[in-house]
Nanobody, 115 residues
């Protein structure tokens, strides 16, 4: 079993920044891919960014150059630095990891970009 707990969401003005963090606990996930999805109101959940245990990263085209994903394997955390936020970035952000064929999700943290 793996537990994921996100933090760092909130309300931010357009152009602002937020840093999301996800703390993982349990077993079986160390060294596996971790990352972030988001789901905006009325839309499907979409991949935002992912990072392998060795640090290889993958980003959605819509956030390249804007978001940065990182992980600390010693602390079992993954973070998402979000800069130059736009209203289109408003969504609930979910941390995830894979163990075998199973995907584990956090409870989600809301990000609202609004003036």
């Amino acid at each position: 079993q793996v537990q994921l707990v996100e933090s760092g969401g909130g309300l931010v003005q357009p152009g602002g920044s937020l840093r999301l963090s996800c703390a993982a606990s349990g077993s079986g996930f160390r060294g596996n891919v971790m990352g972030w999805y988001r789901q905006a109101p009325g839309k499907q959940r979409e991949l935002v960014a992912s990072i392998t245990g060795l640090g290889s990263t993958n980003y959605a085209d819509s956030v390249k150059g804007q978001f940065t994903i990182s992980r600390d394997n010693a602390k079992n955390t993954v973070s998402l630095q979000m800069n130059s936020l736009k209203s289109d970035d408003t969504a609930v952000y979910f941390c995830y990891t894979r163990v075998g064929v199973r995907v584990y999700w956090g409870q989600g943290t809301p990000v609202t970009v609004s003036s």
